[in-house]
């Protein structure tokens, strides 16, 4: 067998948030190119509809839905839709999620609830929708972020702490589900990649030259990669983890 085999999505149904644009727009190419039927979900129908024409053009079976991952009937109407036109979902992947760049003295309630209704409880609220649908075998990745381990050289209390919840909360389900109903469950903690998140970061690049090993942003073929392992089964005795693609700044 052929090891590279072991990351194809054939014949898988792959669920995303946040497929609009970005990292989960990247991640929809990466995993209708390995075979996936792919439903995604993102707020901005225009922006989605764009994504959903692209990968149909290149043959791939996709569903989209308008979805506000903060509502949990948002969450599981979505998954209702998935079902009923595939029959069940195979892989999760919870990338839907904002950021704020304010100082914490100027924080507003509404900003910081929120950041944390989409990052972290947009997360469980489409994990615990998905887990009756998904089979054994199945995974879900929990998109975090390197500020969820270290301090952010930025003002962003609500988007730090969202994804240090994300991590705790990939832990938990972890030990709830992996052994008890067969679902892996791991989370991609990704440094800083160049995508419309990132792009009015001023010195960005200047910083990474001087603060990470690699000493520049990561590229979205290297997130990809990442997706793809926790995704398929090329993990398959992989759960609870974090994995860090940060071109080295945690590690400093």
């Not at 209708?32 to 901005?44: E, K, M, P, Q, W």
């Not at 974090?242 to 700044?249: E, P, T």
Request: with cysteine; charged share 20%; glycine share 10%.
């Amino acid at each position: 067998m052929n090891p590279l085999d072991a990351f194809r999505l054939d014949d898988k149904v792959v669920v995303i948030t946040g497929a609009s644009s970005g990292l989960g727009a990247g991640f929809a190419r990466a995993v209708s190119g390995v075979g996936a039927t792919v439903v995604l979900a993102a707020r901005r129908t225009d922006r989605l509809n764009e994504v959903v024409d692209e990968l149909r053009g290149a043959g791939c079976v996709t569903l989209s839905r308008r979805t506000d991952v903060s509502s949990p009937d948002d969450c599981k109407a979505l998954v209702q839709r998935a079902v009923e036109e595939f029959g069940r979902i195979d892989v999760l992947v919870n990338n839907a999620g904002i950021a704020d760049s304010v100082p914490a003295t100027r924080e507003t309630e509404e900003g910081f609830r929120r950041v944390i209704d989409v990052n972290l409880n947009g997360a469980f609220w489409m994990a615990q929708a998905s887990i009756g649908a998904m089979p054994k075998g199945s995974a879900i990745v929990n998109v975090a972020s390197v500020l969820g381990l270290v301090a952010s050289r930025y003002p962003q209390a609500a988007y730090s702490a969202s994804k240090a919840g994300v991590i705790g909360l990939t832990r938990d389900l972890a030990q709830q589900w992996s052994l008890r109903r067969g679902v892996r469950v791991n989370a991609l903690v990704p440094g800083f990649f160049r995508s419309e998140m990132t792009e009015n970061a001023v010195g960005l690049e200047e910083m990474l030259a001087e603060h990470s090993m690699l000493g520049r942003s990561g590229t979205q073929a290297e997130i990809d990669a990442a997706m793809l392992f926790l995704a398929s089964p090329a993990s398959s005795y992989v759960t609870g983890s974090a994995l860090v693609v940060d071109g080295g700044l945690t590690a400093l």
